[in-house]
């Protein structure tokens, strides 16, 4: 066990005794990673020269895609927008973070026709600016921009998106294969979680109705749910509808659409079939016209006209259901001149018809008090393009605002000499690990060898183990496991009850110790008292105060028989894991302990020597004949054909895939290759979530 403190609140400046190799292994290439010297370039960035940039770009209107109004303002917010609001809780998947809407599939979704146009007004800025300045982050800041530029109120902005280099993180979201395998849909526009869209290709949901029936009461559930899927409350969903639809106009100038989409014909994607194909023929959504008669200005007119008109729906000139005023219609100018009516969208209207009246009370606090819409939409749309970012310690630039409550931010870590002195610590836990304490829990015999050592390997594991890669949410810092919901989930019953067998050590070292240190620490000198290598812990953790950063985190794979090999493939990429590392996680596990009827509801242990970390663990998964036997639990396992040794479905998957397999001969055939990759996936994962701006990692050496 060999200690040592990142960089902490008290010494920003510090760093790693010298010699000490990375702690964080070898990263899944698939994971998101920013380029040779992004955030150096990123902090000489100058973020108002940016801004100048377009706010010029904004007036200077393109004939290959004229700007409505004279400005390209509008259509910048929605492209921010439906770059952000892809994001969804289920996984964290989608958001802004990693400009993926350059890929397929987000780019050829039906809701993002014609933004190509306006990332190809972009790019003159994104060339000038060149590493320091994302894609990512440039969506965002000229969705930021041209919403101020409108008189719009901003509250900050969190720089730092790293750009993928392919769709391969939206895959999932649809249409393709793999979203047919993780989440089927089987009639588009009634799809449920974890599907962030009632319809795949839509950001949320259909805004025609239903199916596309103008029933505004049912598309009112259909709005709550969707934006429920990104975890926005009421007030902020009617807040982010309504700024969003203070600018400009939908376009659907005749039913002929837009052609084909950038995946059918990347030559000439959505070239027009009305007319032109441009300016007052454009054709984008189906829908034709502006929800106010302000377009280009920021106020509550939206919820005014929403309040002050009866609407009844009609045949837009898009071949699509939209809403008119019943009586004299308001008009807007002309996007290229003129006048036009003022329209609504059925998802629109559902507004003022939810069945359960929530949605009328905040579109009339909204009409009548700007102030009170000002301040829900600023702070819903910082949370819409901030959500996927994670924790505010990954936020650069001197216009981050505080550390808002979707960021579940943690206490600062404190000075290095005011933290505990983790070589004791590791010498309490040591003690901790084999004196009984029958009153918490009866410790595990292994034939006269008494351990918590494997219960307390799995508290560390399950306390880690929620990290994921898409959103930067999860892991163990903060402790949350100790609080709802996920000292409630089955996976961790019995871990409460290590919390109280380390509850002396906590109390010992005082506020020195936190408990996400202390977890760490216990499932480290488990493994080493086990026979793991020796490793590297990095203190400085904090303690959350709550669990709500563990509401959408919970474990998608429990070893149960309904578990499938693509949620596996699909939990391994969230963790950030290669295969090969899953595979030696496994077996690291795996070696140590039992399991217990009346824990888990399964028995028995899955080696001959549960107390020592070896590769029996796969020389038994590889040779012996496994038989499948059902638990008076009424749960399924298997067992060895000859031998007391048990197993998982978890584990036979292993066998099952070709990837996972060929690790699991290699380490079979190799208990020094085998140790020493454990320790590499260990220590990648339980210091994974120790950020360092949006690229860096506290515990890894410069």
Avoid at 10 to 39: F, M, Q
Avoid at 348 to 371: C, H, M, N, W
Avoid at 401 to 414: E, G, K, R
Wanted: charged share 20%; proline share 8%.
């Amino acid at each position: 066990f060999c200690p040592f403190l990142g960089r902490t609140s008290g010494d920003a400046s510090a760093r790693l005794p010298g010699g000490h190799p990375p702690v964080t292994g070898i990263p899944n290439p698939d994971a998101p990673k920013a380029p040779s010297g992004y955030v150096a370039a990123l902090q000489e960035l100058d973020l108002d020269a940016v801004r100048e940039d377009l706010r010029a770009l904004f007036k200077n209107s393109k004939d290959f895609w004229p700007a409505d109004y004279g400005t390209y303002g509008p259509l910048m917010v929605r492209l921010a927008w439906h770059n952000s609001g892809s994001y969804r809780t289920s996984d964290g998947r989608g958001g802004v973070d990693g400009a993926r809407q350059r890929f397929d599939p987000e780019r050829s979704w039906a809701d993002n026709t014609n933004l190509d146009k306006a990332r190809t007004l972009l790019w003159p800025i994104k060339e000038k600016y060149g590493l320091g300045l994302s894609w990512g982050d440039l969506i965002v800041l000229a969705g930021n921009t041209a919403i101020s530029s409108m008189g719009g109120p901003i509250l900050g902005f969190c720089a730092g998106r790293i750009d993928d280099p392919s769709g391969y993180w939206s895959e999932a979201l649809g249409p393709s294969p793999e979203q047919e395998v993780l989440a089927p849909c089987k009639l588009n526009g009634t799809c449920k979680p974890p599907l962030g869209s009632t319809t795949v290709g839509l950001i949320y949901l259909n805004p025609e109705g239903p199916l596309g029936k103008p029933i505004p009461e049912k598309s009112a559930g259909e709005v709550r749910d969707s934006f429920g899927r990104m975890a926005m409350n009421d007030s902020e969903t009617v807040a982010l509808i309504g700024g969003g639809h203070a600018f400009g106009k939908t376009h659907g100038a005749c039913p002929a659409g837009a052609g084909p989409s950038p995946r059918e014909d990347p030559i000439n994607p959505w070239p027009g079939l009305c007319g032109t194909g441009k300016g007052k023929d454009a054709f984008t959504s189906g829908f034709e016209g502006p929800w106010t008669t302000t377009p280009t200005t920021w106020n509550n007119e939206y919820f005014k006209n929403l309040v002050n008109y009866a609407w009844k729906p009609k045949m837009g000139p898009g071949g699509h259901w939209q809403w008119t005023t019943n009586g004299t219609t308001p008009v807007a100018p002309g996007p290229q001149g003129g006048q036009q009516e003022i329209m609504m969208l059925t998802s629109d209207i559902s507004l003022t018809r939810d069945p359960t009246g929530k949605y009328q009370e905040i579109v009339k606090l909204f009409a009548e008090d700007q102030q009170a819409f000002d301040h829900a939409f600023s702070h819903a749309w910082y949370k819409l393009t901030t959500r996927d970012m994670g924790p505010v310690t990954r936020c650069v630039g001197p216009d981050v605002p505080p550390a808002q409550p979707f960021q579940y931010p943690l206490p600062p870590t404190p000075p290095g000499s005011d933290l505990a002195n983790f070589t004791e610590v590791a010498e309490a836990v040591r003690d901790a690990i084999v004196t009984p304490n029958e009153e918490v829990l009866p410790v595990d015999d292994y034939d006269g060898k008494k351990t918590y050592g494997p219960l307390f390997v799995r508290l560390a594991w399950q306390c880690s183990a929620t990290f994921r890669v898409t959103d930067y949410q999860g892991g163990c810092d903060g402790a949350r496991i100790r609080f709802s919901p996920e000292k409630d989930w089955p996976i961790n019953v019995a871990l409460d009850r290590a919390l109280l067998l380390l509850k002396p050590v906590k109390e010992k070292f005082g506020k020195g110790l936190s408990w996400a240190d202390l977890i760490v620490i216990a499932g480290t000198v488990a493994l080493e008292e086990a026979g793991a290598l020796p490793m590297k812990f990095c203190g400085g953790r904090t303690d959350a105060s709550d669990g709500l950063g563990s509401q959408y985190l919970k474990n998608r794979i429990t070893g149960a028989n309904s578990d499938t090999m693509a949620v596996l493939d699909d939990v391994i990429k969230l963790l950030g894991l290669t295969k090969r590392q899953f595979v030696s996680l496994m077996g690291g596990g795996h070696s140590l302990g039992r399991m217990h009827m009346d824990r888990s509801g399964y028995n028995g242990s899955w080696s001959l020597d549960p107390t020592i970390i070896s590769n029996g663990y796969f020389k038994h998964l590889l040779t012996e004949t496994w038989q499948n036997v059902t638990l008076s639990t009424g749960k399924q396992q298997f067992k060895a054909k000859d031998k007391d040794v048990f197993m998982l479905k978890t584990d036979l998957m292993i066998k099952w895939d070709a990837e996972l397999m060929a690790a699991a001969q290699e380490f079979a055939s190799n208990n020094t290759l085998f140790l020493e990759e454990f320790r590499q996936a260990w220590t990648q994962v339980v210091h994974a979530d120790r950020f360092d701006g949006p690229a860096g990692n506290l515990c890894q050496e410069e």
